[in-house]
């Protein structure tokens, strides 16, 4: 994950995804005692298991938010969607999965291609405005820089040249 944008403006906030699912890819929790968060690591806690990694990263999210709708800010994405906090002081905000990921993992190719040609090249600006990191998922960009390579101004090129402090 690479920053595009300070986070110091946003408080307990976990990554959604497009679906009703948290994908906690970034989190960041800035109260010591978090409700949201002291729960989830119970549940972590609860449901461990080492077979299967969403069960104990996305999943633990999820079934938190399941169990304590109150801890969730309303208006946000998914399961919060409809939250209904017992008070003003709601514990966690669950951003839309593009505020950290606006790629999908699927299309990181296309994003390391020619922008010109590219319908997320295109969108490279946007992207860059309304979110406030990019996901690069090693799985899929190691091998692709490795074997192809990436276009001079492509997303790729951006978030690598423009953001990341350890890439040479």
Not at 67 to 96: F, M, T, W
Request: hydrophobic share 35%; net charge neutral; with cysteine.
């Amino acid at each position: 994950v690479i920053l595009t944008r300070s986070i110091e403006s946003i408080d307990n906030v976990v990554a959604g995804s497009k679906s009703k699912s948290i994908h906690c890819a970034v989190l960041r929790f800035t109260e010591p005692g978090n409700t949201y968060l002291a729960a989830t690591i119970q549940n972590f806690m609860q449901h461990y298991n080492g077979e299967k990694w969403g069960n104990n990263g996305p999943s633990a999210f999820r079934r938190t938010a399941e169990e304590y709708p109150e801890l969730l800010c309303p208006g946000d994405v998914g399961l919060a969607r409809n939250a209904k906090p017992k008070s003003d002081d709601c514990q966690v905000h669950i951003l839309a999965g593009s505020t950290f990921a606006p790629v999908r993992w699927r299309d990181w190719e296309e994003t390391c291609s020619n922008p010109e040609k590219s319908p997320v090249g295109k969108e490279a600006k946007a992207i860059f405005k309304h979110s406030y990191a990019v996901h690069l998922n090693n799985q899929i960009t190691g091998p692709l820089f490795a074997e192809v390579g990436y276009v001079k101004g492509s997303v790729c090129d951006m978030v690598l040249s423009d953001y990341c402090n350890i890439c040479p």
